[in-house]
C-alpha cells in the first residue's frame, strides 16, 4: 500500500467493524484492517510522520493512530542543564562569602546583598539588554546598558577564572566586554 492508500484506509475504517451484524460487511472492514495492519509494518518513520499528520484527527486516537505515533522519531534532546533552587542558594552563599572574606564587604548581609544583586544583573544580561550603574574607579559615575547573549565577538585571549566580585558584560554602546566589582554597583536603571 502506498502512503495514500494507507491514509484513506485508515480513515475510511469503521472501528467497531466487530459490531456489525451484516457479515458482508464485517469481512470488508477486517480485511481493510489486516491491509493497514500489514502495511504499517513495511513503512519508515518518515513515512509514519507524514500519514499520522494526514489523517483524521478522530482517527489519531485508534490502534493505528497510536501505533503511527510510536513509530514517529523522536526529536534529539536538547542536553540542558537543571539547576535545583538549592543549587542556586549554594551558589548565593557561596559568592556572599567569598566577598565578605575578601574584605569587600563590611557585613555579610551586604555581601548577600550584593551577591543577589549579582544574579539579578547577570540572569538579566541572558536574557537580553540590561541598564545599569556603578562607580568607575576613578570614581565617576557610568550607566551602561550590558547584555550577555545576542553580540559578535571574537576573544583575544583564553578564559580567565571566575570571580564572583566581578561582572562581565558586552558594553552594548563601546562594542566591547566591560567588567565592575560588585561593590562598586550602585542599582539597575529604569
Do not use: C
Amino acid at each position: 500500500m502506498t502512503t495514500l492508500e494507507i491514509i484513506n484506509a485508515i480513515n475510511e475504517l469503521d472501528y467497531n467493524y466487530g459490531n456489525i451484524d451484516n457479515g458482508k460487511e464485517y469481512h470488508y472492514f477486517a480485511k481493510i484492517d489486516r491491509a493497514i495492519d500489514k502495511a504499517l509494518t513495511t513503512i519508515t518513520p518518515e513515512q509514519a510522520v507524514e500519514i499520522y499528520n494526514a489523517i483524521k484527527e478522530n482517527r489519531k486516537s485508534t490502534y493505528h493512530g497510536k501505533a503511527l505515533f510510536a513509530m514517529m522519531p523522536t526529536p534529539e534532546p536538547t542536553p540542558t542543564t537543571i539547576i535545583t533552587k538549592n543549587e542556586k542558594k549554594v551558589s548565593l552563599f557561596n559568592n556572599a562569602w567569598s566577598m565578605f572574606k575578601a574584605g569587600l564587604f563590611t557585613t555579610f548581609a551586604k555581601a548577600l546583598k550584593a551577591a543577589w544583586s549579582r544574579i539579578k544583573v547577570v540572569t538579566g544580561m541572558k536574557t537580553g539588554v540590561v541598564a545599569f550603574e556603578y562607580v568607575k574607579s576613578d570614581g565617576t559615575i557610568r550607566i551602561a546598558k550590558g547584555t550577555l547573549t545576542g553580540f559578535d565577538y571574537t576573544a583575544k585571549t583564553t578564559e580567565s577564572k571566575p570571580k564572583p566580585e566581578v561582572i562581565k558584560y558586552f558594553d552594548i554602546e563601546a562594542q566591547s566586554f566591560r567588567s565592575f566589582r560588585l561593590d562598586r554597583f550602585i542599582g539597575l536603571v529604569a
